[in-house]
């Protein structure tokens, strides 16, 4: 059975979220109402990601006229991607682009002449218009949906930039393996020491649809606790993982205090990984661990030249306006988890008072505040990179910062996905769900969730009941 062919009308908030969105609905048609037209030129002025992405539409638009000037622009120009735009895993778009080419009354949605009654307007005059096609509006504003369906217009979310259905098939990074895991192994396994680790080989089963860098244990606290070190068809190579709840391998004064915590200590210390994603609610250690490993690395085995912090500048409450002072000074009132944690850190240090302060000394020059808005450009060697509460990045702000890396970088993606402050950005679409997702194949990228709280009984009591 053959989909229908549809139009869509999309509104400018879409446009503003994915500018490749204009070639995102394979054989359908898109339709754009003048007001979203008049939006995107009032936002395409200064140097946010919004407008540029309003500058990267009007860009596209132009051109798809320009290369086909030939075509009425009332019967439609064709979506063909100009410039060579590939975009994954989606068919060609085969429909066509129209536009709103005859002022239409704006009174006839609500009467009160808004830019999103306007757009309805002109919605309601494509029905009329084409009555043998079905018109569906999409939109990223709920309120908009709303007010489509009151009109009686069909709506949607744009859903095209989903990393995932639904979070429940978000990767977590580690898995139980069953009881009888080395029976049934026992015939075809086969082990050795190399550098003083312990490998297994083992064939996989059907149902052992393991990942690289994946970690893996046998239920109990005490159990095995595994990492896939190597994935070869139905062959598979897992290491012992070292034990981080020891304090012969306290890592910068820290010990893991769960095994979650304890895996992702393995992979921030692990050489070999370029990439950790580190998920977690409040108070679950995510700050405090990657700081405590990238010291560990940067001072004691001087495997980085510096930690590199930033995060997305994005409020919780109201925002308290221009701050005075250099870029780092400016991102201070932002890094407040960054200092809260090398409290603890520098905590035990000997010394007394004088002997803290020249710790703290010392860290300040070897830790370095960057803000995310300056990033463009730029390259790190060698440095350790830690992107904290990366779930109010976008997946394109997201490629930005991660294509910084230079040879010896390491980057550490901190975030809780409860926690989402960004307009638009819901658990399925912000950036950290889409580096884990496309991440988890690959064998240098590690990821955890980590999920008990161990920050205090009043914070893991107000996580679970507020």
């Not at 990767?171 to 009888?180: F, N, Q």
């Not at 893996?216 to 139905?234: Q, S």
């Not at 496309?438 to 161990?454: D, V």
Request: hydrophobic share 40%; charged share 25%; net charge negative.
């Amino acid at each position: 059975m053959t989909r229908s062919k549809r139009i869509y009308v999309l509104d400018t908030n879409v446009l503003m979220h994915d500018p490749t969105a204009l070639f995102r609905f394979e054989e359908h048609d898109v339709f754009l109402p003048m007001t979203v037209l008049e939006e995107l030129d009032a936002a395409k002025k200064g140097t946010s990601e919004v407008s540029r992405n309003a500058r990267q539409v009007s860009r596209f638009i132009n051109e798809l006229i320009e290369a086909h000037g030939d075509a009425s622009i009332e019967a439609g120009v064709p979506l063909a991607r100009p410039g060579g735009i590939v975009l994954r895993s989606t068919a060609a778009a085969a429909g066509r682009l129209h536009f709103q080419i005859r002022a239409v009354d704006p009174e006839r949605a609500f009467g009160s002449v808004v830019p999103d009654n306007r757009i309805l307007a002109s919605v309601l005059a494509l029905i009329e218009d084409r009555p043998d096609e079905d018109v569906v509006l999409v939109s990223k504003d709920i309120n908009m949906r709303i007010k489509a369906s009151i009109a009686g217009i069909d709506a949607e979310d744009y859903e095209n930039d989903r990393a995932l259905d639904d979070l429940s098939l978000l990767y977590t990074g580690a898995d139980a393996l069953p009881d009888d895991f080395w029976q049934r192994h026992g015939d075809a396994l086969r082990s050795w020491t190399e550098k003083g680790r312990t490998y297994y080989e083992v064939r996989r089963g059907e149902d052992e649809d393991w990942y690289p860098s994946q970690f893996l244990y046998l239920p109990g606290d005490d159990a095995t606790e595994l990492r896939v070190a190597e994935v070869d068809g139905d062959r598979a190579v897992l290491q012992i993982v070292d034990d981080f709840r020891n304090t012969q391998h306290a890592v910068w004064g820290v010990l893991a205090r769960n095994r979650e915590q304890n895996f992702a200590l393995n992979a921030l210390m692990d050489p070999g990984i370029d990439f950790v994603t580190l998920l977690g609610t409040a108070g679950t250690g995510k700050t405090l661990l990657a700081l405590a490993a990238g010291l560990a690395q940067t001072l004691d085995a001087q495997r980085y030249r510096e930690i590199i912090m930033t995060r997305a500048t994005v409020s919780v409450g109201e925002d308290i306006g221009f701050l005075p002072g250099t870029e780092e000074e400016k991102m201070t009132p932002w890094m407040g988890a960054l200092t809260d944690n090398l409290e603890v850190l520098t905590h035990n240090q000997e010394g007394g008072t004088w002997g803290r302060q020249a710790t703290n000394d010392l860290l300040a020059s070897r830790i370095k505040i960057r803000a995310m808005n300056f990033m463009r450009g730029r390259t790190f060697l060698n440095r350790y990179l830690i992107i904290d509460e990366a779930q109010n990045l976008t997946s394109k702000q997201m490629k930005t910062l991660i294509t910084r890396a230079g040879p010896g970088t390491k980057i550490v993606c901190l975030g809780n996905l409860e926690q989402i402050d960004t307009p638009y950005l819901t658990e399925t679409t912000s950036g950290l769900t889409y580096v884990v997702d496309r991440f988890k194949h690959w064998p240098h990228s590690a990821h955890i969730t980590l999920r008990r709280g161990e920050r205090s009984r009043l914070a893991d009591f107000a996580s679970e009941m507020l």
